[in-house]
């Protein structure tokens, strides 16, 4: 069994020399265990860093891309070599790294898919408490989104198999996170929470620029995941409602009219004509979506299948 153990990077030259020295070589139910930097186009010394410290694999983007991109360029990268398990953490030292063990220990019981570290939220100090009701009004909708049990639905500390790794595709440029978790909701993986250990506060979070600006992008990438996974649901809902309101605009028309005072409420008539229209168009487009998303859903299939397929002849 080989753990690959990734790092994201985009100019961690001050603290991954920390990180790395954290990290563990051997772990319990793993013959191997290796390193993978992945510089997110970094512009200080995080490289030569990485390669002072000993590590196994180092992956560069020529530009940065952003932390969504970074994290998938590592789990590719980390399955090319071979990864029967990949734990993803942070190169600012966040998460103790001497709860690897625990993070990864329900996979290989063969009880998870994904394993997400749970933060103590309550207990980190340097989360004001904005932050901290964000953070699990957050969780909460992910949870609700993805029909998941995740306590800590943003923490980057996560192990991953190597057949959930497979079918993960991240569409996001903003954040791994949400999205990951939703797409396994989604596709019916085991995802399990465990508890981990944090560290003291390196630097300040370069995802949250703003409290207001996080929530935004939070809740668009929800929406958008959504979108992409039950676009049928969510056009269908939108419809029914313009649907129904207008019907129901429609028979208060109907009301005023065999009353004989319809001439007042021509307003309504146009209104509910229109939501009408509106949601029985919005309606189509569920359906369309619907198909598009069976197309998708087969060409992630496809993709698996066919780069299974390449493997096998590299191996054989």
């Known amino acids: 069994m080989k753990l690959i153990i990734q790092i994201p990077c985009y100019n961690e030259a001050q603290t991954l020399d920390i990180t790395l020295s954290a990290l563990p070589r051997t772990v319990s139910g793993f013959d191997q265990v290796e390193w993978l930097v992945i510089d997110d186009g970094c512009t200080d010394e995080t490289v030569q860093v990485a390669m002072q410290a000993g590590v196994d694999h180092i992956v560069s983007h020529k530009r940065n891309q952003g932390l969504a991109r970074a994290f998938m360029t590592g789990v590719r990268e980390s399955i090319r070599r071979g990864a029967d398990v990949i734990v993803n953490t942070d190169g600012d030292n966040q998460y103790c790294a001497g709860d690897i063990g625990i993070l990864t220990r329900p996979i290989l019981d063969g009880r998870a898919d994904l394993v997400v570290g749970a933060r103590p939220i309550d207990g980190i100090h340097h989360f004001s ?129 065999f009353s004989g005072s319809g001439g007042g409420h021509i307003q309504s008539l146009v209104l509910a004509s229109v939501l009408l229209g509106m949601g029985f168009q919005t309606i189509l487009v569920a359906f369309v979506t619907d198909l598009l998303a069976s197309n998708r859903a087969l060409l992630e299939e496809i993709r698996t299948h066919r780069e299974d397929g390449v493997r096998e002849n590299e191996s054989a």
């Open 129 to 257: 408490p904005l932050k901290k009701a964000l953070q699990k009004l957050g969780s909460w909708v992910v949870r609700a989104v993805s029909r998941t049990s995740v306590e800590d639905a943003a923490s980057g500390f996560r192990a991953i198999s190597r057949h959930a790794a497979r079918h993960l595709m991240v569409f996001s440029n903003y954040t791994y996170t949400l999205e990951t978790l939703i797409q396994a909701g989604q596709k019916n993986m085991a995802v399990v929470s465990v508890p981990i250990r944090v560290n003291e506060d390196l630097r300040p979070s370069r995802l949250i620029n703003s409290i207001p600006g996080y929530l935004f992008k939070s809740i668009a990438t929800i929406i958008r995941i959504f979108v992409i996974y039950r676009p049928f649901r969510f056009f269908a809902a939108i419809g029914l409602m313009l649907f129904g309101l207008g019907f129901l605009l429609g028979l208060r028309f109907l009301y005023y009219y």
